[in-house]
């Protein structure tokens, strides 16, 4: 069982920066990969960022550049700085646990990132 406890989000205008922060408890030695979806109204969810516990990142091209992903000294704690924030950036930002041996998924309650124009 691992609790996902997301923070960072709010209200900025475009062009501005947010950094959004989740902190894994629980099982959390049983963590394969910590990341980042997002979904706006109407929209799919999708992934925005992940990182493994071996530090390897995964980006869409689209949002390398802008945004990166970082995970704490403590394995425990994943980060989505992101930069250049636009107006299509709007959504609800959810950090995804990936675990390990079939041990199933977890999500959090989600952040809201709103980018005003």
């Known amino acids: 069982q691992v609790q996902l406890a997301e923070s960072g989000g709010g209200l900025v205008q475009a062009g501005g920066s947010l950094r959004l922060s989740c902190v894994a408890s629980g099982s959390i030695f049983s963590i394969n990969t910590l990341g980042w979806y997002r979904q706006a109204p109407g929209k799919q969810r999708e992934l925005v960022a992940a990182?493994?516990?071996?530090?390897?990142?995964n980006i869409p091209d689209s949002k390398k550049g802008r945004f990166t992903i970082s995970r704490g000294s403590a394995k425990n704690t994943v980060y989505l700085q992101m930069n250049s924030l636009k107006p299509e950036d709007t959504a609800v930002y959810y950090c995804y646990a990936e675990m390990t041996g079939g041990r199933g998924d977890y999500w959090g309650q989600g952040t809201q990132v709103t980018v005003s124009s």
């Open positions: 990182i493994t516990s071996g530090s390897t990142a």
